[in-house]
T-cell receptor
Framework: DVKVTQSSRYLVKRTGEKVFLECVQD?????MFWYRQDPGLGLRLIYF???????EKGDIPEGYSVSREKKERFSLILESASTNQTSMYLC????????????FGEGSRLTVL | AQSVAQPEDQVNVAEGNPLTVKCTYS??????LFWYVQYPNRGLQFLLK??????LVKGSYGFEAEFNKSQTSFHLKKPSALVSDSALYFC?????????????FGKGTKLSVKP
């Protein structure tokens, strides 16, 4: 089974702090994604990556950056956390195939005080 | 532009009754369609997908979905609901001729199954 592991399930940070969310997948998938999930808004794409060192902006990239130095690892960075970034963050991976489904991690619930 | 609509925020069903969670989509080309389930404080789990072929797709946990091209719908169904089916359900779409990456998700439908 594909396993997508998010390093932190729950985090509490203060406004202005730098936050790192780590995601690792073990199935050699080319594509990796970061979404945030908010009630009533569904899933919104922040960034995705289709190869090492490659990244593409999603629908809501403002206030976020990403890093993909190795194929299996995709990190989401909040340079200066703000309260409106309190959310559930979901990492996913997939093969490079239009018919391929996404495999999700368990999520990281971030609270910014 | 691609889009997915889940017209019901919540669906309530009695245990043992059939359930339907509705989804309609819009893409410019042929659609690839997916259903996911999310239990509280967990990630999304893949249930089933339609790529091509038979319009009735069977998936995990006894769920199935019917692709209807003329109505641009992909409703999720189960003949007999269980209390343990209570969760948040997401429909998603990708245009077969478009980007190989991102899925477009609906806003989700909360399914509540009562004993």
């Amino acid at each position: 089974d594909v396993k997508v592991t998010q390093s932190s399930r729950y985090l509490v940070k203060r406004t202005g702090e730098k936050v790192f969310l780590e995601c690792v997948q073990d199935m050699d998938h080319e594509n990796m994604f970061w979404y945030r999930q908010d009630p009533g808004l569904g899933l919104r794409l922040i960034y995705f990556s289709y190869d090492v060192k490659m990244k593409e902006k999603g629908d809501i990239p403002e206030g976020y950056s990403v890093s993909r130095e190795k194929k299996e690892r995709f990190s989401l960075i909040l340079e200066s956390a703000s309260t409106n970034q309190t959310s559930m963050y979901l990492c996913a991976s997939s093969l490079t195939s239009a018919s391929g489904e996404l495999f999700f991690g368990e999520g990281s619930r971030l609270t910014v005080l | 532009a691609q889009s997915v609509a889940q017209p019901e925020d919540q669906v309530n069903v009695a245990e043992g009754n059939p359930l339907t969670v509705k989804c309609t989509y819009s893409v410019s080309g042929n659609p690839y369609l997916f259903w996911y389930v999310q239990y509280p404080n967990r990630g999304l789990q893949f249930l089933l997908k339609y790529i091509t072929g038979d319009n009735l797709v069977k998936g995990s946990y006894g769920f199935e979905a019917e692709f209807n091209k003329s109505q641009t719908s992909f409703h999720l169904k189960k003949p007999s609901a269980l209390v343990s089916d209570s969760a948040l359900y997401f429909c998603a779409v990708r245009d077969s001729g478009g980007s190989q990456g991102n899925l477009i998700f609906g806003k989700g439908t909360k399914l509540s199954v009562k004993p």
